[in-house]
């Protein structure tokens, strides 16, 4: 059964600060991995897909980047902003399905002026 | 519309009582998903539809949830003898087909008490 963690549940930066953020996955037999962001009491949004071939996707500030054989994926968000402050949550498709996705629990993130 | 549409975005109900949430996905999206999400957590999968037939409805936690779409647009979701239990965000999503890019609406978040 595929689990999704991240890792951490929690961050706090001043502005400016590089960041790492951690997704793995158990199953690494996957079609895609998505990553999204969450503001407090809205929908989600569809960052960035990285497909099973791909290594990595660029948007931006935004690199994400995928391991499936050590099954990890990690978000780097460059010179992070206060706007940058919300919940990401990355997302794995269930077998045989793109959008039928398991999420992790997401990592809450706080930048500060 | 300009994006996916969930009403009503609050719904407070007493323990046994039977609720209906609506959404209205993007115009011409033919893949519709319904996901409920807990606090603290990333959002759990309940039913695919493609056009007006449920696809997949293997995330229904049991008997008392339900989901229609009638004329492959509107979904609504319902749910008998409410539990506390069931108090979470309900969110919906849509897509152009299946694998492409998913919209979520902001959701309903429902409260039994």
């Known amino acids: 059964k595929q689990e999704v963690t991240q890792i951490p549940a929690a961050l706090s930066v001043p502005e400016g600060e590089n960041l790492v953020l951690n997704c793995s996955f158990t199953?690494?037999?996957?079609?895609?991995l998505q990553w999204f962001r969450q503001d407090p009491g809205k929908g989600l949004t569809s960052l960035l897909l990285?497909?099973?071939?791909?290594r990595e996707q660029t948007s931006g500030r935004l690199n994400a980047s995928l391991d499936k054989s050590s099954g990890r994926s990690t978000l780097y968000i460059a010179a992070s902003q206060p706007g940058d402050s919300a919940t990401y949550l990355c997302?794995?498709?269930?077998?045989?399905?793109?959008?039928?996705?398991?999420f992790g629990a997401g990592t809450r993130l706080a930048v500060h002026p | 519309g300009a994006g996916v549409s969930q009403t009503p975005s609050n719904k407070v109900t007493e323990k046994g009582k039977y609720v209906e949430l609506r959404c209205d996905p993007i115009?011409?999206?033919?893949?519709l998903y319904w996901y409920r999400q807990s606090l603290g957590q990333g959002p759990e999968f309940l039913i695919y539809?493609?056009?007006?037939?449920?696809?997949?409805d293997s995330g229904l936690p049991n008997d008392r949830f339900f989901a229609v779409r009638p004329e492959g647009s509107v979904s609504t979701l319902k749910i008998q003898r409410t539990e506390r239990g069931d108090s979470a965000v309900y969110l919906c999503?849509?897509?152009?087909?299946?694998?492409?890019?998913?919209?979520f609406g902001e959701g309903s978040w429902l409260t039994v008490v």
């Open positions: 990285i497909q099973s071939s791909q």
């Open positions: 115009s011409g999206h033919t893949a």
């Open positions: 997302a794995v498709p269930f077998s045989g399905g793109y959008n039928k996705l398991i």
């Open positions: 999503a849509s897509s152009s087909r299946e694998g492409n890019t998913i919209y």
């Open positions: 199953d690494s037999a996957i079609y895609n």
């Open positions: 539809f493609q056009g007006t037939g449920a696809a997949d």
